[in-house]
C-alpha cells in the first residue's frame, strides 16, 4: 500500500489521522500486506467512502473485489434497500471477500459475481448510480466502454490507480509491460477529461483517482 506519487512525509501524516477504521478493516488492511494482495491504498479508500456517503447510491458497481476491502468503503453510503454488484475474476479472492462481507454482516446488500469483468459487463442491466473501476489497468478502456452506458445521469465513476506509481505523469518508464499500461492510461486520462458528457478530476492521493460524474445528455459544458 505505498505510494509513489506523494511524498513520503505527507502520506505518513494522512495514515496517522485517526480515521474511525473497523477492526476488521484494519484486519484486511494488514491481511493484504502480508500476502502481498493489491487493495486501494488507505487515503483513497477514505475518499470512496466520502463520496458514497455524499451520493447516497442505490446501485453501485464494483469492477474488481480482490478481498472485499474497497467494497465495505463503498456500502458506507448505499442506500438500506440497494445492492452492490462486485465483479472477481479469481476464485481465491471471491471466497475471501464473501468471508469478510459476512464477518462485516454487508453480505446481503452485495452480489458477488465471479467472472471476467469484460464478460460480466456484457450481462449486466445498467441503472448504477456509482462505478467504481480498480482491475487490470490496461484494460480500462474496455470497462469503460461497457460500463459507461450503465451509469446513470448524475452518477460517478472512480478509477483508482490512474497514475501507475506516477509513471503516468513522467513517462519514464522501461519495461514494456509497463510502457504498455502507461500509455494505455494516458490514453485513458485524456478521453475522461475530453468526454462531452463528463466532468473529471484526477487526484494525485493513493495512487492517482480519476472522479468523474455523468452530466445530463442536455447540460452544455460550463452551464
Not at 471471491?94 to 454482516?105: K, M, N, P
Not at 494516458?186 to 492517482?208: E, K, S
Amino acid at each position: 500500500m505505498e505510494s509513489n506519487i506523494t511524498p513520503e512525509f505527507i502520506i505518513r501524516y494522512l495514515r496517522s489521522l485517526p480515521y474511525p477504521d473497523s477492526a476488521l478493516l484494519q484486519e484486511m488492511e494488514q491481511y493484504a500486506q502480508q500476502r502481498y494482495i493489491p487493495i486501494i491504498q488507505k487515503e483513497a479508500a477514505q475518499l470512496l467512502r466520502v463520496l458514497s456517503q455524499l451520493k447516497k447510491p442505490e446501485r453501485i458497481l464494483e469492477i474488481g473485489t480482490a478481498i472485499g476491502y474497497s467494497a465495505l468503503h463503498l456500502l458506507a453510503g448505499l442506500r438500506p434497500d440497494g445492492k452492490l454488484v462486485t465483479i472477481e475474476k479469481e476464485p481465491e479472492m471471491t471466497e475471501l471477500a464473501w468471508a469478510f462481507l459476512e464477518r462485516a454482516g454487508k453480505s446481503s446488500m452485495v452480489e458477488l459475481i465471479e467472472d471476467d469483468a469484460l464478460c460480466a459487463l456484457e450481462q449486466l442491466g445498467g441503472g448504477y448510480d456509482m462505478i467504481f473501476m480498480d482491475a487490470a489497468k490496461g484494460q480500462y478502456q474496455e470497462f469503460f466502454d461497457l460500463a459507461f452506458p450503465q451509469l446513470n445521469a448524475g452518477g460517478i465513476l472512480i478509477s483508482d490507480n490512474v497514475l501507475y506509481k506516477g509513471y503516468v505523469a513522467d513517462g519514464t518508464v522501461a519495461e514494456h509491460k509497463r510502457r504498455t499500461i502507461v500509455q494505455r492510461l494516458r490514453a485513458y486520462l485524456d478521453m475522461l477529461v475530453r468526454h462531452p458528457l463528463l466532468d473529471t478530476c484526477v487526484i494525485p492521493i493513493g495512487d492517482g483517482v480519476a472522479v468523474s460524474v455523468r452530466k445530463w445528455e442536455s447540460e452544455k459544458y460550463g452551464e
